[in-house]
């Protein structure tokens, strides 16, 4: 029999309905997985995802930014909550607060996000939007490393979908977020196997995953 794997404990950090957040606790429900959630949180009381967190068995609490007075004491009550459960890597799923550069720096290669855009496309808000507005033919979603600069660290995993003639920026979210709740825990797998490392500000595949077909992900 094989030893049981050792999981890499995972906090999410969610502002709101946290699909991508579900979609990563039940990925992580199966044996060979190797991330463990242990605990949401989420900078907003009222964002749904807490709720939907709990009622699948997982800690969920809120750290209301109002609540501080500036960014530096919000990131540090988070730092503590974090500390508090041993957690090992940040996963942001629809976090809508921006980090100090110093909370990035302490958890640099530790703290993935996931973007609506095929990066560097796109960067910050209202991405469906300026896809449309661009004209491009492919959009999608991008899971990266979080540095400091907004929505420009390494690039771990991709996946495209078509603009379709008559999409409008509802139409063409729906299709991303199809492919951000494939990829992200797809990437979280491949991150926390260690079959994707980072190297030199850029993310690798291990060998074994490269033969595994990781590399599909970059559609
Ligand atoms: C997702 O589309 C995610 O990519 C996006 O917010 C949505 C959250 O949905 N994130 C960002 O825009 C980050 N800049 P969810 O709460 O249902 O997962």
Redesign the pocket.
Known sequence: MSAPIRKKRIAIL?S??????VSLIEAARAPDYPAEIVLVLSNRPDAA?LVRAREAGIPASAIDHKAFPDRARFDAALQAELEAAGVELIVL????RILTDAFVEAWAGRMI????SLLPLFKG?H?HERALEAGVRLHG?TVHYVVPEL?AGPIVAQAAVPVLPGDDADTL?AR??VQ?HRLYPAALALIAGGGAVLDGGRVRFTAQERDAGAAILSL
Do not use: K, L
Not at 16 to 21: E, F, K, L, V
Not at 113 to 116: E, F, G, Q, R, S
């Open positions: 969610i709101g309905r946290g699909s991508n957040m995802g799923a629809g976090f809508m996000n996931i973007h609506p808000t991405t979603c929505d979210s991303v977020i951000e």
